[in-house]
């Protein structure tokens, strides 16, 4: 149980594109789902974290309107990068988790998106 | 502040022998969890085993087991009989509300 399924997994595209990630908890209702970049051998920076049914909150530093997060359902959070450019290029990782079972709920992660920006 | 370190950036071990990496948090908070998680060459993070900061007994999970010592705020991992599928980047992490605080991650190699 408690599969994330993150999609795509790569994606490369030009300077000034929009991507959208998404990430699906495909047999929990993900109360909490997290956003993280990752650069080469360094460890999770926290993006956001956003709610159902609720705005995103941003981590300091990050672009609000550049990294768009939506998490219209117990099941799907989507990030949109927005007018994409070579620094953007890096590993996303989403993470969804329930408090439903109780606060001690590990977070359960997607397999990670490695966005490529020419 | 809350923060979570682990001060060993890579790690060796020959298969078979035992490992133990260290983690150390900070926080004014008295109720949390730990976790560990492994990321493998595939980047997927995957949960090692986890830990109730109110409970005494120190988590066990087939080959992974935790020391924690909550007055010293440390909470390390010990690997037996390392595999060579146990090789990967270990994050510690801890939560005292809802958002996750990980450590900068220990490399481990396990060697042949």
């Known amino acids: 149980g408690a599969v994330v399924s993150q999609h795509p997994s790569w994606v490369i595209c030009k300077s000034g594109t929009s991507v959208k990630i998404e990430c699906r908890s495909l047999?929990?209702?993900?109360?909490?789902m997290f956003w993280y970049r990752q650069f080469p051998k360094q460890s999770l920076m926290l993006m956001a974290t956003?709610?159902?049914?609720?705005?995103?909150?941003?981590e300091q530093g990050v672009e609000k309107d550049k990294f768009l997060i939506n998490h219209a359902s117990l099941t799907l959070s989507t990030l949109t990068v927005t007018s994409a450019h070579p620094e953007d290029s890096s590993f996303y990782i989403c993470?969804?988790?329930?408090?439903?079972?109780?606060?001690?709920?590990?977070?359960?992660f997607g397999d990670g998106t490695r966005l490529s920006i020419l | 502040a809350q923060t979570v370190t682990q001060s060993q950036p890579e790690m060796s071990v020959q298969e078979a022998e035992t490992v133990t990496l260290s983690c150390t948090y900070d926080?004014?908070?008295?109720?949390?969890?730990l976790f560990w998680y492994k990321q493998p060459p595939s980047r997927q993070m995957i949960l090692v085993i986890r830990q109730e900061a109110y409970k005494q007994q120190n988590a066990t999970e087939n080959r992974f087991s935790v020391n924690f010592q909550k007055a010293a705020k440390s909470f390390s991992l010990k690997i037996s009989d390392s595999q060579l599928g146990d090789t990967a980047m270990y994050f510690c992490?801890?939560?005292?509300?809802?958002?996750?605080?990980f450590g900068s991650g220990t490399k481990l190699n396990v060697k042949p």
């Open positions: 992490a801890f939560t005292p509300f809802n958002k996750f605080y």
């Open positions: 926080t004014s908070e008295s109720n949390y969890y």
């Open positions: 993470s969804a988790r329930t408090h439903r079972a109780g606060p001690n709920q590990p977070q359960h």
């Open positions: 047999d929990f209702q993900a109360t909490t």
């Open positions: 956003s709610n159902e049914g609720s705005k995103a909150t941003y």
